[in-house]
């Protein structure tokens, strides 16, 4: 069976701090495809990254930065001095059987000034 | 790049009258389009798979001539909810595409937010 798990619900940081927020993944696929999403208040949901399977560099853009280990099915996501528009839904997302995208039940962010 | 659309952005009906959703890719054309729907607090949920020029592919439980999907060009699919009722109140997501296999990125509409009274 293919799964995704955020075991965060719900995570409150004051601003400037450092969050990261987990995600881990079941597959038996050998190439597969991870996601990233933010959904802020608005309810669009934004892309944020994708990475497949045999990609396991850690990837940084600007304050955002994700770290993929195989080894313990994770791609968690970190967000560095975070800032109150940082505050969403975000959601962990894997590609499975017949080009579904299964979700994670979401982490939802909220940063305090 | 990437952009979906999504009209219209609300709506509220009455019970047992019908609304269509349209759901557009603004700069690229998308073969494949996805119909979500997503309750308050929880994750999304996949209700079909519409598929340019053939039928649409709807998950398990989701009442296929109830929601009604057509996918008529490729930067147009379009969500019917027929016979509305209050428990079809919901937040509507759509997503495409941007290449032609299935494992490419989906990009998402803005969502529609759908009141039955």
């Known amino acids: 069976a293919q799964k995704v798990t955020q075991a965060q619900t719900e995570i409150s940081v004051v601003e400037k701090e450092d969050v990261t927020l987990d995600c881990v993944y079941e597959?038996?696929?050998?190439?597969?495809?991870l996601f990233w999403y933010k959904q802020p208040p608005s309810g669009e949901l934004v892309f944020l990254i994708r990475?497949?399977?045999?990609?396991?560099q850690n990837e940084i853009s600007g304050r955002y930065s994700w770290n993929f280990q195989k080894s313990t099915s994770s791609f968690n996501f970190t967000i560095t001095a975070s800032q109150v528009v940082d505050s969403a839904v975000y959601f962990c997302?894997?590609?499975?059987?017949?080009?579904?995208?299964?979700f994670g039940q979401g982490t939802e962010l909220s940063v305090k000034p | 790049g990437a952009v979906v659309s999504q009209h219209p952005s609300w709506v509220i009906c009455k019970s047992g009258t019908s609304v269509k959703i349209e759901c557009r890719s603004l700069?690229?054309?998308?073969?494949?389009m996805f119909w979500y729907r997503q309750f308050p607090k929880q994750s999304l949920m996949l209700m079909a798979t519409?598929?340019?020029?053939?039928?649409?592919?709807?998950e398990q439980g989701v009442e296929k001539d109830k929601f009604l999907i057509n996918h008529a060009s490729l930067t147009l699919s379009t969500l019917t909810v027929t016979s509305a009722h209050p428990e079809d109140s919901s937040f509507y997501i759509c997503s495409a595409n941007t290449g032609t296999s299935h494992t490419d990125t989906q990009y998402f509409g803005p969502g529609t937010r759908l009141t039955v009274l």
């Open positions: 997302a894997l590609y499975g059987e017949g080009g579904k995208l299964i």
């Open positions: 700069d690229f054309q998308a073969t494949t």
């Open positions: 519409s598929n340019e020029g053939s039928k649409a592919t709807y």
């Open positions: 597959t038996r696929d050998t190439t597969y495809y």
């Open positions: 990475r497949n399977s045999f990609d396991e």
